[in-house]
């Protein structure tokens, strides 16, 4: 039997995931982290971007899109406080590139530099999404 970790992801709007887990791997500030049982606590601001979970058992890893927040990891607790978290088959592609293209429009008509900055945030948050929506799509086929 491999050695284990709870995952709870929490988003502002709800709990998205909660159980036990192999590994996890998120998108850090500073890049990717792969965290597995027994991981030296580490707190650390995530960017836009995928995080996949082997659950215990499980051949299949699971996949969540969050826009960012706080990653805290204990030798045998992974919590992700997520601003917006998603499961991956809830993404939506066009919803996704209407957002990508709102954000750069946005940046191209820049009135003030809270609204550039937003509109910098919003296209890195749209651009994440694209990206996963990609990978997913060629992990299946591929």
């Known amino acids: 039997m491999a ?6 992801i929490v988003s502002a709007e709800e709990s998205i995931y909660s159980g036990t887990a192999e590994h996890v791997f998120a998108p850090a500030a500073l890049g990717e982290v792969g965290i597995w049982p027994r991981h030296t606590p ?7 971007g995928e995080i996949r979970i082997k659950p215990e058992g499980s ?4 996949h969540f ?6 990653l805290e990891v ?3 607790v992974v919590t992700v406080l997520a601003d917006t978290a998603i499961r991956a088959k809830d993404l939506d592609e066009a919803e996704a590139q209407a957002a990508k293209e709102r954000a750069e429009e946005s940046m191209a008509d820049r009135k003030a530099d809270i609204d550039f900055a937003r509109a910098q945030a919003e296209l890195a ?14 992990s299946r086929h591929g």
């Open 3 to 8: 050695m284990t970790m709870h995952v709870n």
């Open 42 to 48: 580490l707190l650390s601001q995530l960017k836009p």
């Open 59 to 62: 051949a299949e890893t699971m």
């Open 65 to 70: 899109f969050v826009s960012g927040g706080v």
């Open 74 to 76: 204990q030798p045998h």
């Open 125 to 138: 948050d749209a651009e994440a999404r694209l990206r996963m929506i990609r990978n997913l799509k060629q």
